[in-house]
């Protein structure tokens, strides 16, 4: 195999810097052709971890390697009640409160208006649970992706005006660039609470009751805020509602106790990690709570979703953004937009099975559209490689499945990726990025520009329509921003923790050490670990496109270890694989971890390996 050097300015870190150490390395061509680095912490960071929260030095330097001192208290010890923003500072807190509190006292009917991902339904979830709370029935409602398309649109708010003589709404997840829709809804008399976490285009704001979004450009509270998902916005504007309720004596004038919003963290947690938040600050410590709420079953919707799902063990972070978070997801995307958050707010044990089984079975219609359109769309990226970025379409494309096909040619090619297909005579899809790209800022600069009829998103991922006379406007634009405004992208180096042994990975101890560092996701990521001279003993290909390894080491040859290699089969690495070659591998690793029967099992995912 040929070989290639990499050469990278060693940084010292500091105590209030992740900056970490990079050595220099250089060896054979891995088999997706990224850079192998090896990570170094701050010795006294890594000392003052041991001293002060009396760990290990493998739980030091794991937390070292993803953290700086500031954050150090939000992962050895993620309480609410000292981690909790403060919701005033909520943009509008005080306006919403009080609109919820005219609503609930005069007993006016409500609906909760949300987008049709996994974070506008627990976000809409969370408001009718709450109100539930209070012998306040919600409507929710939730727009089909298909024919009303994303946010807020007239003809549904007359709807339910008309039918369900609805003149208060709650929107979460969408509306920040919902004008048009916000002045008709005031001139047929709907007030409009707006709970969004979106970027907002402009110093100018939707005329709706309480614009709650954190990312108005009049907005000078925490940064903490912007990090938060829909989910996590709408739990902190709910604890606002408690206090004011509280202090207001609303409860008892209702003559109902204070709902209890630690028991719907599950539905925070979920959204948080399918929103693909950075799992730093308050998130961390709503994911870290959260499953251990979604552990005890509580939502019955949730618990019959994980039977379906084949999750026996207590919940983890892999759960949410693998096993439950597609199957709420595949309703919007082949099916009825409104299972998701159905299915999440219900209290019949019976609609929530039949909810459940519903889901399941879409989802396995969405894998086999998803697996058929990728093909198709990863032929086209193949004759784009020289570009800083991917620009697919097709116009029969299905619209449900382009967002995840975006983010695994994203993954593939390391750089930002547009995925579209025909919809009224125009171009609509989904986006994703890479650090260093904020796509949302993007989409919106080619809004102002004209290429784009319409768009929005956040940094990581983004929605866009436009013409087909505005395709080589916008390519001209995007090559124009990425030659001027965004960094040259290669493919994301991978940052190797440590080199270890299966045995030291089996260890009891590292299964402790594994707790107490996770969970793992966006901006936190899985620690790699690197095990050298592994032979490779038996090969089997399951699911469409995985392999599971046999492997051992040198040192114990009779000792065999369980692989997994996810999305591999079809390329010539998975190919060599199946040969079951003689000559060692060097593999780099992450972990799952499972608890079945009060034992802990790892699962070992191979996300690289190289010939030596």
Known sequence: MPVFFRIRIQMTPSLSSRALQIHENAGPLSHTGRDWLFLSACERYVSYLKERYQVNDLTARLVAHRSVIEEAEEIFAPFLRTHLPDPSHLPDLLKGVRHLEDVVREKRPLAVWGDYDVDGACASALIVKYCEGLNHPVIPYIPNRFQEGYGPNIEGFRMLRDVHHIQDLIVVDCGSTSFEVMILAREYGIRVTIIDHHQVP?????????????????????????????????????????????????????????????????LVALSTVCDMMPLRGINRVFVKQGLKVLGQRKNIGLAHLMDVSGIREEPNATHLGYALGPRINAGGRVGNSTLGVQLISTNSTTKALDIAQE???????????????????????????????????????????????????????????????????????????????????????????????????????GGLTLRFDQIAPFREFLEHYFESCAPTKTLTPLNIDMIVSFAQLNHPDFLDVWERVGPFGADYPSPIFMVKRVFVRHVTSFGHNHLRLKVCSEESPSVLYSVVCFRITDKPSGRWLLSLPKEPIDMLLTVQMSRKWGKRYPNFIMEDFRCL
């Open 359 to 461: 889901l399941s079975v879409l989802n396995q219609e969405r894998q086999q559209i998803e697996r058929a359109t990728e093909q198709l769309a990863l032929a086209q990226a193949l004759k784009q490689e020289q570009k800083a970025y991917l620009f697919l379409w097709d116009k029969t494309w299905h619209e449900g499945v382009l967002g995840i096909i975006a983010g695994h040619l994203k993954e593939i090619f390391g750089k930002p990726t547009f995925v579209l297909s025909e919809k009224n005579g125009m171009l609509k899809g989904s986006s994703r990025s890479v650090s260093g790209v904020d796509i949302g800022q993007l989409i919106h600069k080619a809004c102002e520009h004209g290429v784009l009829v319409t768009g929005g998103g956040h940094p990581m991922a």
């Open 202 to 266: 402009g110093v100018n704001h939707p005329e709706c009751v309480a614009f709650m979004n954190p990312k108005r450009l009049d907005y000078t509270g925490p940064e903490v805020l912007k990090t938060l998902c829909a989910g996590g916005l709408v739990f902190l504007y709910l604890v606002g509602v408690n206090r004011y309720f509280r202090d207001a004596g609303v409860f008892t004038d209702l003559n109902t106790v204070e709902p209890d919003l630690f028991s719907l963290l599950d």
